[in-house]
């Protein structure tokens, strides 16, 4: 790897070390156009979607690196995670705030 992609990555990291995530996502928005057949920007800017709970985002993120990396188990594990949290965050829609059994809120 070239010194230049090691320490766009380092720097990448401190950003979101110290929770400048709009540095770290300009960032690595640059280094996807500019490598974009490295699937390494693509998951690390996933991993960053995910920290802040934008699961669509990390999950195309992860799914566009797939394509580039395609026998990736820790892209493919990442994957199967959010479609299972998706999966629950869709069942919590039709679930009933009703824990009380309050008649009146039925």
Request: no cysteine; aromatic share 12%; charged share 35%.
């Amino acid at each position: 790897m070239h010194k230049f992609m090691v320490d766009l990555e380092n720097k990448v990291k401190g950003y979101i070390q110290n929770k400048e995530f709009g540095k770290a996502l300009d960032l690595l928005n640059e280094a996807v156009e500019k490598y974009s057949e490295d699937s390494r920007w693509l998951t690390i800017r996933g991993d960053l979607h995910y920290a802040e709970q934008k699961f669509s985002f990390a999950l195309n993120d992860y799914n566009k690196a797939l394509k580039a990396d395609k026998d990736n188990k820790l892209i493919k594990s990442k994957v199967e995670m959010i479609k299972e949290i998706l999966k629950f965050e869709a069942l919590d829609i039709f679930e009933s705030t009703n824990l009380n059994n309050d008649p009146w809120l039925d």
